[in-house]
């Protein structure tokens, strides 16, 4: 099985857009902050880790400032959510067109144009076993993308601050009476998503598939936003959906790797239609959603 | 003379033209249970609130054992060794009682989950540190809050009307902790608009009214009617005795309805059984939070049962089970929720828009269209014949006192002439003057035929206007009493219930 | 949060003299931003700012071209303003404009000979179901399953874009195209008639703006309208009410679905006159932008439609006569949105400072 080697070799690095796009959008909305803005945030990371790594100044500086860029983008959402108190529906929405439009903008010059990926790193033993091997040889990002995930679990789940971010998102009125400043928690619980907006959108356009095209997050953002849904809000399960993306939107690859003669348009829709049928599956169940919901989720805070 | 433990000088605070606080004066001694009281609105809160730096004041002074201070944020406040219990729980309900409390006191888990239980013993106050928030009952919630104030050491413990959220059974044993806490050297802030608690509990009482101080007394001095008259400043206002009637037809029945909300933290309802007459009020006492908002969901029409239940609510001689808002409004009914903003009214809407919004069927929209005219009429009609405050129908829902939104949406739904009238909590946060206004026209329903089933915490109302009672109790409804056979303490022992005792 | 001992005060009563001038303020300052992104480009602003402003509305033949690029963007904006009032948040009009698109095309790519003055209104007709279909997915979902219509709409925008790739290069392609992905060239009866001579305005622009007054005596005098607003407004109270939650998701989804598929029909069949990936270049995403920009009121969103075409047009001259990208439009669009949005921050609050010395 070609196939299936080669999906289990690949997902991991195919999830990682959708992974920490959504790890970082978990914070936020953990926080009570729904920033709608994430495709416009990666799009700018992902101009901007490209431009920087093709002009040479390496991945290290390329990611830092995809980082950089994106959590600059989320504070302008963050000023017009939190301190004007803006619908952050329409304000997501508009920082998202914004993001976008700054990335076709910077990317102009770019198009069509390539860098070098990265190098991939073996874990020793594991990588020599047949068929699952693959999964254990992957680049940096990769594994650190992984770290980030039970860091940002146990912050979670384990220390004041993800008690702290907790609270703010329950209940913010309440979690100022004990003389938590919420805004600036979620200002920097936004920031944060933008962060790691950008690092997504960068892994995307310079390591996943290294060629600069307009619009080439293609949606992803999008998913990343549905995933912390299909997640209820837990970091582990949005791990494995965001796998299951990675995997999905390699079946196009597979199947020609094999032969499979499906209609491209159809499998390129993949993604998307199964992005309709799970969040339809997850939402119906409402008790879930209630029990592992955020409370005041978008609902602007007026101290 | 030794140093008070809290002096106050010359505080004031205003919200854009609301005056809440004028140069109030007030000192507390230390070791003593002092009593703030005022009726709704006559700025208790926001006193509390700038003591605690919640919110900064204005204007004026205040000084912590005899040293100027000026907290600005709670922080702070606890530094210094002041502690506040709130009104409305600041406690996070998916978090766990002992998550709750490292939130502001630092420490391991499991120093804490010890302290908790120690704290538990000494005062009565015990509760499961592991438990989640919303798995608790009201009287549970009220005890971690008072465990998290004690846990920082505090000197002065502000409590914010404690005894609203409690059955009165329960009322004697938070006394009792508030006794060993004075005893221990804890001053306590007691706010309330309630005379004899203050009288059975507080050494001192400042009386506020419209946002200043209008007398500082010792309460076991004075009888009730003294402190009502410095509260209100007149006397208290009296109902016309409520004459007996004989009931009408059947309005409203549930016959042992079970329903579990959708809300996984909403309390279930079960067996609950209730007939309403024409001619007729019955009131619902008991806590909220003890199936009252799901009841009231249920007899609304905004949460509905599946067809094949439809006969399990009877409404005006109709199986409505199944039925939806407006359909059950179509049959005769009208209601007043409890929540006035964003549910009985839209904030953002004028008082003429927020009348269409169960106004329309009385003439108001005329082949699908808006009929204004008529809008405007129905909204001044409303306007002065229930006394509404506004500077005019064009004003934001948002900008109305609550007392005034009150009577403006309970105007609305009596000017659709209902044969069945249900209103939640009919005077929460109204000041007397329109709670009594409100009463009269409950009682008038009543007297013209109506059957008028009212929800509220007042067991004083709910004996002032009721002819009947019943308690709801973790999701029970108790047998039906008659008012005249009864006193307030036989409606008391049902707020217990069996679920409450157990876990004293 | 105060910056400066400055904080926000809630109005009592929105401010309606301001909610005219926001918009207004924030194309100022969208320009003065734009500005500075011009000068580091190293464009000349003033000159960029002239071609994309002031020149498109100083010739009748270039005015003429931004009544046609107005149209689709006013019919969409107006559908889905009504929904964005009722709070469902429709972002995939992109997606139900390619639909109409896809929908009108099919009468003249299997009946490429067809002829006849109803062929051009069935196409209209045709095009309005297509983006009513497209829009029913979201409703079922958000009615039925409870699903965010905000991410559904969106991803069936992203599936219409490979449908419409799909048609082109397999079976709709024109098979004398010289292998390009697109459809037949429509014959003249499937093409909607000219209503301003000399120039290509069309038929549609009056359609425009009839729907643009069904759009106001349905969301200002109508008791649907005041319902749909009242469950954006405060859904508990449209509970309370008893108006209808699903009525009002599938009303929101229907209107904007319809109106995207309108204009997808009117631009195939109007200034394009054949199917063709271009066609997909971004209404439905601009619409958003109107919408919200003309403040979700059927008037302001008259002018907020021309702004946006305006926009349009000069971005394409900017783009001739001073090398401007085009995506430097998408900047300002987006730019502009974000200004608007702080803008009317002012609407519902007062600025006020804080007495000296007090921190919150």
Redesign the interface.
Same mark, same amino acid.
């Given at each position: 099985m070609i196939g299936l080697s080669f999906v289990l070799s690949g997902m991991l690095a195919a999830a990682m857009p959708f992974l920490l796009a959504a790890l970082g959008e978990l914070v936020a909305e953990r926080a009570g902050v729904l920033n709608?803005g994430i495709e416009?945030m990666m799009a700018l990371g992902a101009v901007t880790g490209f431009v920087i790594i093709f002009h040479g100044f390496g991945h290290a500086t390329g990611f830092l400032g995809a980082g950089l860029a994106g959590a600059a983008l989320s504070l302008?959402f963050a /000023?017009?959510a939190?301190?004007?108190?803006?619908?952050q529906?329409?304000?997501g929405?508009?920082?998202g067109?914004?993001?976008?439009?700054?990335s076709?903008?910077f990317g102009?010059s770019y198009e069509s144009m390539t860098v070098a990926g990265l190098p991939k790193l073996q874990l020793p033993l594991l990588a020599d076993l047949p068929v699952v091997g693959g999964m254990f040889t992957q680049d940096i990002v990769v594994w650190l993308g992984i770290a980030a995930t039970l860091a940002i679990w146990a912050v979670l789940r384990m220390t004041?601050l993800g008690?702290?971010i907790?609270?703010v998102g329950?209940?913010p009125?309440?979690?100022? %009476?004990?003389?938590?400043p919420v805004?600036a928690v979620r200002y920097c619980a936004v920031m944060f998503g933008g962060l790691m907006a950008g690092l997504a959108g960068a892994y995307a356009a310079t390591v996943y598939t290294p060629l600069w095209a307009?619009g080439m997050i %293609?949606?992803r953002g /999008?998913i990343a936003?549905?995933l912390v849904?299909f997640g209820t809000w837990m970091v582990g399960r949005l791990f494995f959906g965001a796998i299951l993306f990675g995997a999905v939107s390699l079946a196009q690859l597979a199947a020609q790797a094999n032969g499979v003669n499906l209609?491209s348009?159809?499998l390129?829709?993949l993604p998307?239609?199964v992005?309709?049928v799970v969040?339809?599956?997850?939402?119906?169940n409402?008790?879930l959603?209630?029990?592992n919901g955020v409370?005041s989720l978008g609902v602007p805070f007026?101290? | 003379m030794p140093v008070p433990l809290l002096s106050i000088r010359g505080l004031s605070k205003s919200y854009g033209a609301v005056h809440a606080n004028r140069g109030i004066d007030l000192t507390v001694e230390k070791g003593s249970i002092h009593a703030i009281l005022g009726e709704n609105g006559a700025g208790k809160s926001t006193l509390m609130k700038l003591i605690y730096g919640v919110e900064s004041p204005d204007a004026g002074q205040v000084s912590w054992q005899g040293k100027p201070v000026r907290p600005t944020s709670p922080a702070e406040a606890r530094k210094l060794g002041i502690g506040m219990v709130f009104q409305h729980f600041s406690l996070f309900e998916t978090l766990t009682v002992v998550e709750n409390i490292s939130l502001i006191v630092p420490g391991r888990t499991a120093a804490l989950v010890t302290r908790i239980r120690d704290l538990g013993r000494e005062y009565g106050l015990e509760v499961d540190p592991r438990a989640h928030v919303h798995s608790l009952s009201v009287g549970e919630r009220q005890r971690v809050e008072i465990i998290r104030c004690l846990m920082t050491d505090p000197d002065l413990l502000i409590l914010d009307e404690p005894t609203s959220v409690l059955p009165q059974q329960s009322v004697a044993r938070l006394f009792d902790t508030l006794r060993r806490l004075r005893d221990r050297g804890v001053s306590i802030l007691f706010i309330s608009h309630k005379l004899e608690e203050i009288r059975a509990i507080c050494d001192h009482a400042t009386i506020l009214r419209d946002g200043a101080v209008t007398g500082t007394v010792d309460p076991r001095d004075h009888d009730a009617t003294d402190l009502a008259t410095m509260m209100i400043g007149r006397d208290m206002p009296a109902l016309p005795p409520a004459t007996a009637h004989k009931p009408g037809k059947v309005a409203l029945e549930l016959a042992g309805l079970d329903h579990t909300p959708d809300d996984p933290f909403g309390q279930p309802l079960s067996k609950v059984a209730l007939r309403l007459h024409q001619g007729e009020v019955l009131g619902i006492a008991g806590v909220s939070g003890n199936g009252q908002a799901e009841l009231a969901r249920l007899i609304s029409g905004e949460v509905t049962l599946p067809d094949h239940r439809a006969a399990e609510v009877l409404m005006l001689g109709q199986a409505a089970g199944d039925l939806g808002a407006a359909a059950r409004r179509a049959l005769g009914f009208a209601f007043v929720p409890e929540e006035r903003l964003g549910r009985g009214a839209v904030p953002e809407m004028s008082l003429a828009d927020n009348t269409l919004l169960t106004a329309h069927r009385a003439g108001l929209v005329r082949r699908g269209m808006i009929d204004r005219a008529r809008e405007a009429q129905f909204t001044a009609t409303c306007i002065r014949d229930f006394d509404v405050r506004t500077p005019g129908p064009r004003t934001e829902a948002g900008a109305l006192s609550g007392g005034n939104l009150q009577k403006f949406i309970v105007g609305r739904e009596i000017m659709l002439a209902p044969r069945l009238l249900f209103v939640s909590q009919p005077t929460w946060g109204v000041d007397i003057g329109a709670a009594t206004a409100i009463r009269r026209r409950l009682v008038a329903m009543r007297d013209a035929g109506a059957a008028v089933l009212i929800i509220s915490e007042e067991i004083e109302e709910l004996f002032e206007i009721c002819d009947r009672v019943q308690v709801l109790n973790a999701g029970r409804l108790s047998p039906s009493m008659k008012v005249r056979d009864i006193r307030v303490e036989d409606v008391g022992r049902h707020m217990i219930g069996a679920a409450e005792g157990g876990a004293a | 949060m105060n910056l400066a001992g400055y904080r926000l005060a809630r109005r009592d009563k929105a401010s309606r003299k301001l909610a005219v001038v926001a918009p207004v303020v924030a194309l100022l300052l969208s320009i003065a931003l734009n500005f500075a992104l011009y000068m580091a480009m190293g464009k000349n602003p003033v000159a960029v700012f002239q071609a994309m402003l002031i020149e498109p509305v100083i010739s009748w033949p270039a005015f003429s071209e931004v009544l046609l690029k107005m149209t689709p963007l006013l019919l969409i904006a107006q559908g889905l303003a009504a929904g964005f009032r009722a709070k469902v948040i429709n972002i995939g009009a992109e997606g139900q404009f390619i639909l109409g698109a896809i929908f009108a095309s099919a009468v003249p790519v299997w009946f490429p000979q067809i002829s006849g003055l109803w062929v051009w209104p069935l196409m209209i007709v045709l095009g309005g179901i297509g983006g009513m279909l497209w829009a029913v997915v979201p409703a079922i979902w958000r009615v039925r399953l409870n699903a965010s219509e905000i991410l559904v709409t969106l991803m069936m925008s992203l599936i219409a874009a490979q449908l419409l790739n799909f048609l082109l290069v397999g079976p709709w392609k024109d098979p004398m195209g010289f292998n390009f992905p697109q459809s037949v060239i429509f014959p003249l009866d499937a093409t909607l008639p000219l209503i301003l001579p000399g120039t290509r305005v069309n038929v549609a622009l009056a359609i425009a703006l009839i729907w643009s007054v069904a759009c106001w005596v349905y969301l200002q005098r109508s008791f649907q309208g005041y319902q749909l607003m009242v469950g954006g407004l405060a859904p508990q109270a449209a509970g309370y009410a008893g108006y209808s939650q699903s009525r009002a998701v599938w009303m929101s989804l229907l209107i904007g679905g319809l109106a995207a598929g309108l204009a997808g029909a009117s631009e195939v069949a109007g200034p394009v006159g054949q199917l063709q990936r271009s066609i997909a270049s971004g209404y439905g995403y601009s619409a958003i932008i109107v919408a919200y920009l003309g403040g979700l009121h059927p008037v302001g969103i008259v002018f907020s439609s021309l702004l946006i075409a305006i926009l349009y047009i000069g971005g394409d001259n900017a783009m001739v006569s001073a090398g401007l990208p085009v995506a430097a439009v998408r900047v300002f669009q987006g730019s502009l949105l974000v200004c608007y949005l702080a803008a009317i921050t002012l609407v519902r609050y007062r600025v006020i400072r804080e007495p000296k010395g007090i921190r919150a």
């Open positions: 709608l416009g302008l /000023w017009l939190l301190s004007l108190r803006a619908n529906v329409a304000a929405l508009a920082i067109i914004f993001g976008q439009g700054l076709a903008l102009k004041k008690l702290i907790r609270a329950e209940n009125t309440a979690a100022r %009476a004990l003389g938590y805004i307009d %293609a949606g /999008w936003l549905a849904v209609n348009q159809l390129a829709s998307y239609i992005t309709i969040l339809g599956l997850i939402s119906s409402k008790k959603l209630k029990r409370a007026d101290p | - | -």
